[in-house]
């Protein structure tokens, strides 16, 4: 299963949107100038870091940019089977998932960090990041410290975030150093996120919410404040309200992900933190993590799900070090024009209500067809879905089925 993940504040960094710029995806972000009134591409093109930081800005900038990357992996057919995010990108996870829309996302997110903008500074604060303690130890540091501090983040094993007053986090720091800690680094970011200090914002977001009509999420969308799948449009409200003084329980996060069974996980949005949080706990080489931040960390993930990425089996990326083993793979078209599913594949189109049961192909078996072209797969396997309609109008590159290899072909290939 394919997880989508979305990153939170602290991500953002000067001109992350200029490798989009010409790309049909950026359009998003004079949709969000027009929605917010806010300068969105100044942010994301201009800004420079102090701007960057100011919680109001960093928050827009950042879920702008996850979308932007999200329409963009949308665009070439990647479909998710579960979605979450990191804090604010618990919004993003939200849209993708069709929970709210696109508009309702960005007021959302708008009020969000003008809100904790405002409640940072009526009660300032930092956070820092405590490294090689376990949770335990990080909790007693925080009690032991008496003052105005708290864990807001349980990242992964032995990094925990802890946030409050600038002197209790400093106490708390020292106290963890004590009880084993490698390290406490502080994290540039404008409050006190995920405690008590957020409490006036939320009385703040909680009337923006009031305001929004949520659906149910397709896929579902693993929470922060819990760490579990939730289905229900009702429970979101409530979810969002509590995060701003709960702690972020992502390790708990990766973990359930895992558990419902993901393999791949794809971060959508600047940065690469998720990514190298999630490799940190992935059980097996065959679970993967990979962050897409460019148009050309995009293409390579359509290439290496497709199995076009030379070598195409146990594939080391030289920038990261992953090592790829995957059954999937995206079946592309090789022409322009409008899509016909081959016949026996007409019932794994969107949308349809017949049984829509995986249909065993060899390599080579017809697929569809572009116009006069015909589109066969180099795979064998399963057919597990068709992404485009019958006379849906597709481009070269196209990904137009998805299917799982069989284990000898991948073994065939592994051997090349």
């Known amino acids: ?19 989009w ?26 800004a420079d870091q ?36 990191h804090s604010l990108g618990e919004y993003s996870a939200l849209v993708a998932s069709g929970a709210i829309d696109l508009e309702s996302g960005l007021h959302l997110v708008a009020e969000r960090g003008a809100a904790m903008q405002a409640a940072a500074e009526e ?40 946030a409050g007053s600038e002197e209790a986090v400093a106490e708390a720091g020292r106290l963890a150093k004590e009880l084993g800690a490698k390290k406490v680094l502080p994290i540039p970011v404008g409050g006190a996120f995920h405690t008590p200090l957020m409490s006036s914002a939320r ?13 149910s999420p397709e896929p579902v969308v693993v929470a922060n404040v819990d760490a579990r799948p939730h289905s229900s449009s009702s429970d979101w409200p409530r979810l969002l309200s509590a995060q701003l003084c709960s702690p972020v329980r992502w390790r708990q996060t990766i973990d359930q992900l895992i558990a419902i069974g993901t393999q791949t996980f794809v971060e959508l949005g ?15 080489p065959d679970t993967i993590a990979v962050s897409v931040t460019t148009p050309d960390d995009l293409q390579r993930l359509v290439e290496v799900l497709a199995g076009e990425s030379p070598p195409m089996q146990a594939a080391v990326d030289q920038r990261t070090g992953e090592r790829f083993h995957m059954d999937e793979r995206l079946i592309l078209s090789s022409a322009a024009g409008l899509f016909e599913p081959a016949s026996g594949l007409e019932s794994l189109t969107p ?15 017809l697929v569809g067809r572009v116009g006069g072209t015909e589109i066969r797969s180099a795979f064998a396997g399963s057919v597990e879905g068709i992404l485009v309609l019958p006379g849906e109008r597709v481009t070269s590159g196209q990904p137009v089925a998805w299917l799982r290899a069989v284990p000898e072909q991948r073994l065939e290939e592994g051997a090349k």
């Open 1 to 19: 299963m394919l997880a989508f993940t979305f990153p939170g504040q602290g991500s953002q960094r000067p001109g992350m949107g200029a490798p």
């Open 21 to 46: 710029q010409d790309h049909p995806s950026f359009e998003l972000v004079e949709q969000a100038a027009d929605i917010t009134g806010r300068d969105v591409v100044g942010l994301v093109l201009e």
């Open 50 to 85: 102090p701007t960057l930081k100011r919680t109001d800005n960093a928050q827009l900038a950042t879920f702008v940019m996850s979308l932007i990357v999200l329409d963009a992996a949308e665009r070439v057919g990647l479909e998710p089977g579960v979605c979450a995010g």
């Open 123 to 162: 009660s300032p604060g930092t956070m820092a990041a405590v490294m090689g303690l376990d949770d335990d130890g990080v909790e007693a540091a925080c009690l032991r410290a008496e003052g105005d501090v708290w864990v807001a983040n349980y990242n992964a094993p032995g990094q925990v975030v802890i």
């Open 203 to 215: 009385e703040r977001l909680r009337k923006a919410l009031a305001d929004v009509g949520f659906r």
């Open 270 to 284: 600047p940065g690469g933190v998720l990514t190298g949080l999630a490799r940190r706990l992935l059980p097996t």
């Open 351 to 365: 949308g349809q209500s017949v049984d829509r049961a995986a249909v065993s192909i060899d390599v080579g078996a």
